[in-house]
């Protein structure tokens, strides 16, 4: 009896499903899978990570049984509860059925994100962490954010930026729009990526997709603390409001609330020319901010 309970205590049994004819336990390790890697039963992925392997079981050290190329579809049939961390992504196992075969696979290498249509395929990834530096000249582990771009089936691009830390892992968006007044430019891209709680920073890129490249353009990163300091960053792109033509802002705005409630701060506006390849900074607006 107590060998019994030590071992439901120690694991989590899996089931025998007869379409994989797999039979599973996994360790509960206690690990809790980010946010931006959770994932619903029946839900339709995309690999993000090329030639990502499929395993017979949902652990590291099970036999690899196929491997699957990046935006590739796959259906979740099974979110297993067993959470793997690699770096500092820690996410979970999925039993995944594609071309009528079934096996697992780790959710940190799918695509957290995706764009799908009239044959264009943009995936956003959180595809690995990297050893960085900071201004204090102290090393940390930070996240690598990616877009890949497709066309009909066909990698024509992708780009790795600056996704913060493993704070920033709770929440995320992906929007991609039809370019208006920027040449040469097919689509906007905006990634987003953030945490839950104040003074964590939430950081935005945002990309020009032209015909066949990615172009970056400047890292946007804002956060406030309790209404007592905020700093914001953002891209203000052409529209029919602002008027601009081949044109944008990078806009920073940042102050801080003394024991008054007065806000004192600082506007900072860089506009950037856009020529159909490239932009370069052609004026800079600065303005005093009191409230």
């Given at each position: 009896?107590?060998?019994?309970?030590?071992?439901?205590?120690?694991?989590?049994?899996?089931?025998?499903?007869?379409?994989?004819?797999?039979?599973?336990?996994?360790?509960?390790?206690?690990?809790?899978?980010?946010?931006?890697?959770?994932?619903?039963?029946?839900?339709?992925?995309?690999?993000?990570?090329?030639?990502?392997k499929i395993r017979e079981l949902p652990t590291l050290t099970s036999?690899?049984?196929?491997?699957?190329?990046?935006?590739?579809?796959?259906?979740?049939?099974?979110?297993?509860?067993?959470?793997?961390?690699?770096?500092?992504?820690?996410?979970?196992?999925?039993?995944?059925?594609?071309?009528?075969?079934?096996?697992?696979?780790?959710?940190?290498?799918?695509?957290?994100?995706?764009?799908?249509?009239?044959?264009?395929?943009?995936?956003?990834?959180?595809?690995?962490?990297?050893?960085?530096?900071?201004?204090?000249?102290?090393?940390?582990?930070?996240?690598?954010?990616?877009?890949?771009?497709?066309?009909?089936?066909?990698?024509?691009?992708?780009?790795?930026?600056?996704a913060g830390t493993t704070e920033n892992l709770?929440?995320?968006?992906?929007?991609?729009?039809?370019?208006?007044?920027?040449?040469?430019?097919?689509?906007?891209?905006?990634?987003?990526?953030?945490?839950?709680?104040?003074?964590?920073?939430?950081?935005?890129?945002?990309?020009?997709?032209?015909?066949?490249?990615?172009?970056?353009?400047?890292?946007?990163?804002?956060?406030?603390?309790?209404?007592?300091?905020?700093?914001?960053?953002?891209?203000?792109?052409?529209?029919?409001?602002?008027?601009?033509?081949?044109?944008?802002?990078?806009?920073?705005?940042?102050?801080?609330?003394?024991?008054?409630?007065?806000?004192?701060?600082?506007?900072?506006?860089?506009?950037?020319?856009?020529?159909?390849?490239?932009?370069?900074?052609?004026?800079?607006?600065?303005?005093?901010?009191?409230?």
């Amino acid at each position: 009896m107590l060998r019994y309970l030590i071992f439901s205590f120690l694991f989590t049994i899996g089931f025998f499903n007869a379409q994989s004819e797999v039979a599973y336990a996994y360790v509960d390790n206690g690990l809790y899978a980010n946010s931006v890697f959770n994932h619903q039963k029946n839900e339709m992925v995309k690999v993000y990570v090329d030639q990502t392997k499929i395993r017979e079981l949902p652990t590291l050290t099970s036999k690899v049984v196929d491997s699957v190329s990046h935006n590739k579809s796959l259906k979740i049939i099974e979110v297993t509860g067993a959470v793997t961390q690699l770096g500092e992504r820690a996410a979970n196992w999925l039993r995944v059925a594609y071309d009528n075969k079934t096996g697992f696979i780790w959710s940190g290498n799918l695509a957290i994100s995706q764009f799908s249509k009239d044959g264009v395929d943009i995936l956003f990834g959180i595809p690995s962490t990297e050893t960085k530096i900071n201004p204090d000249n102290i090393s940390y582990k930070g996240l690598v954010g990616g877009i890949k771009y497709f066309k009909n089936a066909n990698l024509i691009s992708e780009k790795n930026f600056d996704a913060g830390t493993t704070e920033n892992l709770s929440a995320h968006t992906l929007t991609v729009e039809k370019a208006t007044r920027l040449k040469n430019i097919d689509y906007t891209i905006n990634t987003m990526v953030s945490g839950e709680a104040c003074g964590i920073p939430t950081y935005e890129q945002t990309i020009f997709v032209t015909k066949d490249n990615l172009i970056l353009l400047p890292k946007t990163e804002s956060v406030a603390d309790g209404g007592i300091f905020y700093h914001s960053e953002s891209i203000e792109l052409p529209s029919a409001e602002n008027k601009l033509n081949n044109q944008f802002y990078y806009i920073l705005e940042k102050g801080q609330t003394d024991d008054n409630d007065v806000t004192t701060g600082e506007k900072i506006k860089n506009l950037y020319q856009w020529d159909g390849q490239d932009f370069k900074n052609i004026k800079t607006i600065k303005e005093a901010i009191k409230s």
